[in-house]
Each structure stands twice: as C-alpha cells, then as structure tokens.
C-alpha cells in the first residue's frame, strides 16, 4: 500500500493520498489547496473515488468541494460532524479563514465500526470525540489516520465548540488499549508509531491508567 503525503490549506493540515490499487486510491483530509492533489493525480495517473474526513473543521475539509466536484469522489464524514460541512461557522472557517467557505453538499455519513471498503482496502471507522463531536480514526491494516485527536506526543484542541475534554479522555484510552502497533498518520505534524505514543504521549498515557 503506497501512501503519498500533501500540507494542504491556510494551516497546512495534513493530506494523505492511499493508493488501494493499482492507478486508484482515496485521500484522507483535503484541508485546501485543491489544484496541488489534483495536479498530483493527474501526474500519477491515479483516479480518486473516495474521501475520507477526519471531522468537519474547514483546515481539513475546506478543498473537499471542488477536488470532490472535479474527481466524482464519494465524501465520508461522521453522522455527528456531517453539519460542519454546509457551515461557515461550526466549520470554525468564520473565526480563522480568509478563504470563501465552500459548502459540501454530497456526503455519506458515517458511525463508529462502520467499514469503508475501496480497492483491496477496508477502512474501519473508530469514533474518537473529543476535539469535535464527530472526530473519527480511520484504521486500516496497521495503519491509523488520527485527525486532529492524536498527535505526535501531543493531541488536538478540546476548547472549541463540542469540544470535550471527557469524551476526548475516552477517545484517547479507546485507541490506546488497541492490540499491537500501528503507524499513526496525524491530521498535523509528523507521523508517529502508536507503540511510542503509548511510550511518550503524556495525554494517552494518562488515559490510558484511568
């Protein structure tokens, strides 16, 4: 599985690009910027058919409408987050872009444990609130696209609007009683492994004691 990586939009949120097979692939996140994926698929020959959104804020959401519109790509959010799309304000895009806010109109949304499956890949849905009502983890394989709730050594906001720091707790413990390692991809900063986040993230490590 072949992953490409772009910093896309005003706070150069993280995108990642999953090829699923051969010439075909999904993108996780797609913050703004949409020319830059576009070229990329175009340049590699690979066709997008799904986006996958870690939650609803505009950095991670705010190219979704023209990439989606130009590509025919399905759009996943979950059911909790799914209002974000059409609003500037729960989007968080009115307190901090500068940018037109470019509603999404076409999505499915998404619960906890449901499975998206493209090519020869199945991605789980993990609900993971916290920093927003309907922040999710995709898990595939030994891999975890995390968003904007784990970080490397660090873990997303819990003070904007529904965010909870209790439920962001329950998240983190979730994630962290997962069997095994996996190669964590975060919505920004570098990636990580789980194992050493369990090793050196005081947030998980204190959730997970609870």
């Not at 999904?26 to 698929?41: C, E, F, R, T």
């Not at 997008?48 to 409408?65: C, R, S, Y």
């Not at 399905?74 to 987050?81: G, T």
């Amino acid at each position: 599985m072949q992953i490409h990586h772009l910093y896309l939009g005003e706070l150069k949120s993280n995108c990642y690009i999953i090829e699923t097979e051969p010439g075909r692939c999904v993108a996780v996140d797609i913050g703004g910027d949409s020319y830059k994926l576009l070229d990329m698929l175009e340049n590699k020959k690979l066709k997008l058919t799904k986006i996958l959104l870690t939650h609803g804020h505009f950095d991670h959401t705010g190219g979704v409408a023209e990439v989606a519109a130009a590509t025919g790509a399905e759009v996943f959010i979950h059911e909790a987050d799914s209002y974000m799309l059409g609003s500037e304000k729960a989007s968080l895009a009115a307190d901090i872009s500068v940018l037109p806010f470019k509603p999404v109109t076409k999505y499915t949304a998404v619960g906890d444990d449901c499975y998206i499956r493209d090519g020869d890949c199945y991605f789980r849905v993990m609900h993971t609130p916290g920093h927003s009502p309907g922040s999710v983890c995709y898990i595939c394989d030994n891999l975890i696209f995390s968003g904007d709730t784990l970080f490397c050594c660090s873990i997303g906001r819990t003070d904007f609007s529904g965010g909870n720091i209790i439920a962001m707790e329950n998240s983190l413990k979730r994630i962290a009683s997962l069997s095994g390692d996996y190669r964590l991809y975060p919505g920004h900063n570098q990636t990580s492994t789980l194992d050493f986040e369990r090793k050196n993230n005081p947030y998980l490590r204190s959730a997970a004691r609870t």
